[in-house]
């Protein structure tokens, strides 16, 4: 199993982005996709989860700026994020678990699988 991560790059203060992540693999869903993010020199952080039956979860910094989404019938989950601020520059990365939402929330070591990270650059 495998979760493969698209998009990212370097876009400018004030802009949008979407990222996209592909559980391949697998036939069924994991009960909880998300998104972490680590700029340099800080620890992991939660931007946004989302179970197999839509219900969100944000990190308290993004709230009202990214939304995240899922596609069952491809295995996926993508993150919009607009209103890119700097502070947003960070690597993302796309994570997994079949563990509940709140549980996942609590600690990351309860994610099953994690992808490769993908550089999100928000530049001034």
């Known amino acids: 199993v495998q979760l493969q991560a698209s998009g990212g790059g370097l876009v400018q203060v004030g802009g949008s982005m979407r990222l996209s992540c592909t559980a391949t693999g697998i036939a069924r869903g994991f009960v909880v996709m998300s998104w972490y993010r680590q700029a340099p020199g800080k620890s992991r952080e939660l931007v946004a989860a989302i179970t197999r039956g839509g219900t969100p979860s944000y990190g308290s910094s993004v709230k009202g700026r990214f939304s995240i989404s899922r596609d069952g019938a491809n295995n996926a989950v993508h993150l919009k994020m607009n209103s890119l601020k700097p502070e947003d520059t960070a690597t993302y990365y796309c994570?997994?678990?079949?563990?509940?939402?709140?549980?996942?929330?609590?600690?990351?070591?309860?994610?099953?699988?994690w992808g490769r990270g993908t550089l999100v650059t928000v530049s001034s």
């Open positions: 994570a997994a678990s079949d563990r509940s939402l709140s549980t996942v929330i609590r600690d990351q070591k309860h994610l099953e699988i």
